[in-house]
């Protein structure tokens, strides 16, 4: 018994509701309460910031594909970003949200928003100590959101 929307979607009659509960032995842990803009503003950071926890939960991952198997580990990697965030908004929260809300605005595309990521670089690296880097980035060349005139160049091999 679904509704018919006037446009021809289907949808059930009311939401779902998980109905098993939870593992005892796994840990309660907030949401990120983060939407895309935030999370990939933020992004590079967590992957510095959490990066144990991201590895641990990558090699849990590796040992057994069983979703619940690895509940406790994607639980600490949740929490140090939701660690992260916060720290970003108390120390960081002007040049944080003028940076996500830019994202948000121009399909969330980094290159469009090199300014505001520059003053957000600046105050990360000032206020917490981190830096943005690429993973893969080619040794001895300046990371992409640092190049002041970017210009397409193929890389040579």
Not at 81 to 89: P, V
Not at 150 to 155: D, G, H, V
Request: with cysteine.
């Amino acid at each position: 018994m679904s509704q018919v929307h006037q446009q021809g979607g289907v949808y059930p009659p009311k939401e779902y509701v998980e109905s098993a509960p939870m593992p005892a032995n796994i840990p309660h842990v907030d949401e990120v309460g983060a939407t895309s803009g935030p999370l990939k503003s933020a992004s590079f950071f967590i992957g510095a910031y959490c990066k144990e926890y991201n590895e641990d939960f990558m090699l849990c991952k590796n040992e057994n594909r069983d979703p619940a198997h690895c509940l406790k580990e994607g639980r600490k990697v949740t929490r140090c970003a939701i660690d992260l965030i916060t720290k970003m908004r108390e120390n960081c929260a002007q040049q944080f949200d003028a940076h996500w809300e830019c994202l948000e605005k121009r399909n969330q595309e980094f290159y469009l928003c090199r300014k505001q990521e520059r003053k957000l670089n600046s105050c990360m690296f000032e206020k917490l100590g981190l830096t943005k880097t690429i993973p893969g980035s080619p040794a001895g060349q300046p990371q992409i959101h640092e190049v002041q005139n970017p210009i397409y160049k193929p890389i040579q091999k």
